[in-house]
């Protein structure tokens, strides 16, 4: 079954896809038991940021961030289209990088009846370790959450190892936990690469302990970017040599304890590792094609069809 069309031509799911979602899930039966006693519309608590908060972290435990598409696929291409994406997520069980995973999620709280709009940001170099700081062009997708009460919440499911655990109060300075010791927030103020002094940005910050210092992740504007934005925003991305996801494999998924993040699992090109708590583990290095498409499908249950397998052939990522 499709999604439809809301006005300002935003897909909507129904309500099956939507149960079909939170079964994947494995949404709280506090939650899910509510889809099967009354109708979606007036089940959902759209103002209550427990279930919000308890959706974002349960996508977090099982959607992961990744790129594979571009690597294991046929194409090399990603889609935003909202019902690939919810075969791909959903149905495949599968995962994607920020504007799949944002997009999708924010397709998911649109149809539960938020209200909300996405937004771009630009990724620091800060987060690859660059000390000259500075930023990358739009690159990256969040989506803004408004409660009837006024109240905004940033939401970011697509921001692998170093993204947010829960929504974040579009408040300035407000300290929010991560995944401990880690701690996040959000500041409103200029970037340096501005010409205009009496610019403003929201600027996305985590320190890994109380006594680090903030390291900025992204910067982002409350101005809504349309579809087609996107669409130009993920062509670069997916396409450029100068876009990292075309010549790195990444793979993220967050650990969920009860109902707490805890940690993660991560590979990178060939290694994993797991990090909990602050302390990190790498718990297997792949050396052949082989063992890594077994290691996608024991750490982060990624089944790679054969089609996509043959996918990586010829390319830099490829293992022997």
């Avoid at 149905?91 to 920020?98: H, L, V």
């Avoid at 103020?189 to 403003?200: L, P, Y």
């Amino acid at each position: 079954m499709e999604s439809s069309i809301q006005p300002g031509r935003r897909s909507i799911y129904t309500t099956e896809q939507l149960i079909r979602y939170f079964d994947h899930i494995s949404l709280p039966h506090q939650y899910y038991d509510m889809l099967y006693d009354e109708t979606l519309e007036s089940a959902i608590p759209n103002d209550n940021i427990e279930f919000l908060t308890s959706l974002q972290r349960h996508q977090l435990f099982t959607v992961p961030f990744e790129n594979l598409s571009l690597h294991y696929s046929t194409d090399h291409t990603i889609s935003l289209d909202p019902d690939r994406l919810y075969d791909k997520i959903v149905i495949r069980r599968r995962g994607g990088y920020c504007m799949e995973n944002n997009l999708f999620f924010g397709t998911v709280l649109r149809s539960l009846g938020y209200k909300l709009h996405t937004a771009g940001a630009r990724v620091s170099n800060a987060v690859a370790g660059h000390a000259d700081g500075g930023y990358l062009g739009w690159s990256h997708m969040i989506n803004i959450i408004t409660f009837s009460d006024g109240n905004r919440y940033v939401s970011d499911v697509g921001f692998g190892s170093n993204g947010q655990t829960q929504p974040l109060p579009l408040i300035a300075d407000k300290i929010t936990a991560g995944i401990f010791p880690q701690e996040l927030r959000l500041v409103y103020e200029n970037i340096d690469e501005n010409t205009n002094d009496d610019q403003r940005l929201w600027i996305y910050q985590s320190r890994n302990t109380p006594q680090d210092d903030w390291v900025p992740a992204y910067c982002f504007t409350e101005l809504e970017f349309l579809p087609q934005d996107y669409e130009i925003m993920n062509f670069f991305t997916s396409h450029s040599r100068m876009s990292w996801f075309t010549y790195q494999i990444v793979v993220v998924k967050m650990e969920l304890k009860g109902q707490e993040i805890v940690g993660t699992t991560m590979l990178v090109e060939k290694d994993i590792k797991r990090r909990e708590r602050g302390k990190s583990e790498l718990v297997q290095i792949c050396n052949t094609e082989k063992e890594r498409v077994q290691a996608l499908k024991r750490w982060f249950g990624i089944e790679l069809r054969e089609d996509e397998i043959k996918g990586i052939k010829g390319l830099v990522t490829q293992l022997a």
